[in-house]
């Protein structure tokens, strides 16, 4: 089954502006983590939410996640031109092993 | 801030050919794995390596792949035999412990020609 379907699939928004991204995912998790991708780099680890977990912050972005729906959402507040890049969420689960399966990610671009 | 390096950035070979990728993992983690993305797919699991031996690999990682610690520091993915398909960034990553934050190098884009 696919995991990790995040959307929109793509985001354009203003400099200073929130950006909230959504992810879903069809099997119980123990963990999701969300990435940063500039293109074609490689990606950077931005946040992990345990399944036992609500919410959580870091510097500029809030993370939620709802097992019950099996989604989270990723806000980025006060975006800046530097944020442009794709996100993607990533799951772990005891099922299929401590390996992340991603989706297809969240194009966002931030114009200033 | 320690970060998982690797090498080449860039790999251009023939098809046929074999290539090694190379990678440095974080130094206290004992969880690799490597991952590839075909351009505008999907990040896909290949392998995941834990104890000197592999822990999980999925039905990309076929014969045709290979994955070794050669000493305390480095962890490589050797593909015998490259194909047209095999055309993809490659990124490995690395772990303190399983169901954990897994760190990404930058990945080396392999191109087969």
Redesign the interface.
């Known amino acids: 089954s696919q995991q990790g379907e995040e959307d929109p699939q793509a985001l354009s928004i203003q400099e200073g502006e929130n950006a909230t991204m959504n992810c879903s995912y069809k099997t119980s998790i123990?963990?999701l983590?969300w990435?940063r991708q500039n293109s074609?780099?490689?990606?950077?680890?931005l946040i992990?939410i345990r399944s036992n977990e609500r919410e959580k912050h870091s510097g500029r972005l809030r993370v939620t996640l709802d097992t019950s729906k099996k989604s989270s959402s990723l806000l980025i507040t006060a975006s800046r031109a530097a944020d442009t890049a794709s996100y993607?969420c990533?799951t772990?689960a005891v099922e299929y092993?401590?390996?992340?399966?991603?989706?297809?990610?969240t194009i966002l671009r931030v114009k200033s | 801030e320690p970060e998982v390096t690797q090498t080449p950035s860039h790999q251009v070979t023939q098809m046929g050919q074999e290539v090694i990728l190379r990678c440095v993992p974080i130094s206290n983690h004992l969880?690799f794995?490597w991952?590839r993305q075909i351009l505008g797919q999907?990040?896909?699991?290949l392998v995941?390596f834990y104890n000197n031996e592999i822990?999980?690999k999925?039905e990309i990682f076929d014969d045709q792949f290979s994955v070794e610690r050669p000493d305390g520091s480095n962890f490589t993915l050797k593909i015998r035999s490259t194909k047209l398909e095999d055309s993809a960034?490659y990124?490995c990553?690395s772990?303190r412990r399983?169901?954990?934050?897994?760190?990404?190098?930058?990945?080396t884009?392999l191109t087969v020609l």
């Open positions: 123990n963990n983590q990435y074609g780099r490689g990606l950077v680890h992990l993607f990533a772990d092993g401590n390996k992340l399966v991603f989706g297809a990610g | 969880y794995y991952y999907k990040v896909e699991f995941s822990s999980e999925s960034m990124f990553a772990s399983g169901y954990n934050e897994q760190f990404f190098g930058p990945g884009r």
